[in-house]
Nanobody, 114 residues
């Protein structure tokens, strides 16, 4: 069984930066793609970005060029560097990992406000 723990959220002014981390723990489980969703309208989660085991990233158009996802397989950890943050990036961000199931983190708040 895999558990995901997110860290790094908080309050930042528009134009600022934050770095989220998501660490996976659990033994004997193979972890595939990992990534991030965020809470959208009507409490639906919207996909933001993902990264393959080989490090290939993909992004939703709204964050392309501003967010960068990276992965350290030795630590089973992914990172989301968020630059040029906008108020519309305010949300709860959820880390996920593809294992035998789809595993979710508990969510972490990111607030972009002056």
């Amino acid at each position: 069984q895999v558990q995901l723990v997110e860290s790094g959220g908080g309050l930042v002014q528009p134009g600022g930066s934050l770095r989220l981390s998501c660490a996976a723990s659990g033994s004997g489980v193979s972890i595939g793609n990992m990534g991030w969703y965020r809470q959208g309208p009507e409490n639906r989660r919207a996909w933001v970005t993902s990264i393959s085991t080989s490090g290939k990233p993909t992004y939703v158009g709204a964050v392309k060029g501003r967010f960068t996802i990276s992965r350290d397989n030795s630590k089973n950890t992914i990172y989301l560097q968020m630059n040029s943050l906008k108020p519309e990036d305010t949300s709860i961000y959820y880390c996920y990992a593809v294992t035998t199931d789809l595993t979710w983190g508990q969510g972490i708040q990111v607030t972009v406000s002056s």
